[in-house]
């Protein structure tokens, strides 16, 4: 059985369209690349920064934990800082123990990033932004997306929520304000709600037959993780003009998505029905009963 160097997979991520001095935001499921011989896990980040080289930046989402609405005290251990691990699985967790990179200050949706450009992008994201801040960089700096092994799993690429952002969609995913977290900044501890949650992004699989179309998706492997990779803003003028023609393109048919059936007003029509059937488990939930 085949197993997988840093040099390969360096390799394999400039077959997939990576070059030197690149910008590219990453998402990874590292077990999908397969069998690997690494001297240690941080090679799964250094063989990224191989393919890009010093010039280059590696960027990745850090996203972090939030408390729902309670009754009583709130739970103070939920309190983010530069050193919280990141819910969005363990390749950006790498990326948060590698040697150099930088994380934005945004209380819930912080992004991280290692080289050139990183404290360019992650500046003034923090609690006084929204959640996709830095992807507006990302499209100025002409950078790139890529999935690996996340293709089907975790469909899409980021530029579809700040295209929802920059529509208004997410003003219409209601009760934002539920999800909370404390925060330190000047010697104080503060609280943080949310003002907007992304759209569903399980949907987001709809955008790729619209890349396809316009042949700006490129497939491949590395290791033997089926990949995507795609130029921010092409994606981006796609998911907007998709989006800005049909705001409900990416609400799932899933009855008991809380996201779609039970707080987008586009879908209004089934609140009633959700929450007669799942009220009072999301009830329970938020009351942490």
Same mark, same amino acid.
């Given at each position: ?9 360096? *390799? ?16 990874? +499921? ?26 280059? &930046?590696?960027?990745?989402? +850090?996203?972090?934990?939030? !408390?729902?609405? %309670? ?8 309190? #983010? /800082?530069?050193?919280?691990?990141? @819910? &969005?699985?363990? #390749? +950006?967790?790498?990326?948060? *123990? ?12 912080? !992004?991280?990033? %290692? ?23 990302? @499209?100025?700096?002409? +950078? ?24 208004? =969609? =997410? ?10 977290? #404390? ?7 503060? =609280? !943080? ?20 179309? *316009? ?8 290791? /033997?993780?089926?990949?995507?990779? @795609? ?17 409900? #393109?990416?609400?799932?048919? /899933?009855?008991?998505? !809380? ?26 939930? =938020?009351?942490? %009963?």
């Amino acid at each position: 059985m085949k197993k997988h160097t840093r040099e390969s997979l360096a *390799q394999d991520y400039s077959k997939m369209g990576l070059e030197r001095g690149d910008i590219v935001l990453v998402r990874s +499921a590292l077990s999908a690349i397969g069998h690997t011989n690494l001297q240690n896990k941080s090679d799964h980040i250094n063989a990224i920064l191989d393919a890009i080289g010093d010039e280059g &930046t590696l960027v990745g989402l +850090a996203f972090s934990k939030s !408390f729902a609405l %309670i009754i009583g005290n709130p739970p103070k251990e939920f309190t #983010f /800082d530069d050193t919280v691990p990141a @819910i &969005t699985g363990g #390749f +950006a967790n790498l990326m948060l *123990q590698h040697p150099g990179r930088q994380r934005s200050r945004h209380p819930t949706n912080s !992004f991280v990033a %290692i080289g050139r450009h990183a404290a360019d992008i992650l500046e003034g994201h923090d609690e006084t932004s929204h959640s996709y801040y830095p992807m507006e960089k990302l @499209i100025g700096l002409d +950078a790139k997306m890529l999935l690996v092994g996340c293709t089907e799993t975790s469909p899409g690429f980021t530029t579809a929520h700040l295209a929802e952002y920059n529509l208004g =969609l =997410l003003k219409k995913i209601k009760f934002p304000w539920i999800h909370r977290v #404390f925060y330190k900044k000047d010697g104080m501890l503060k =609280l !943080f709600k949310r003002t907007e949650i992304g759209g569903d992004s399980k949907t987001f699989y709809k955008f790729y037959p619209l890349y396809r179309e *316009q042949n700006l998706l490129k497939v491949g492997h590395v290791g /033997d993780a089926e990949s995507y990779l @795609i130029k921010c803003r092409e994606a981006y003028d796609i998911e907007y003009a998709r989006l800005k023609n049909d705001p409900k #393109f990416c609400i799932c048919d /899933d009855k008991d998505c !809380f996201v779609c059936c039970g707080r987008n007003t586009d879908n209004i029509r089934n609140w009633p029905q959700f929450y007669a059937r799942r009220g009072g488990k999301v009830i329970k939930k =938020l009351l942490n %009963i």
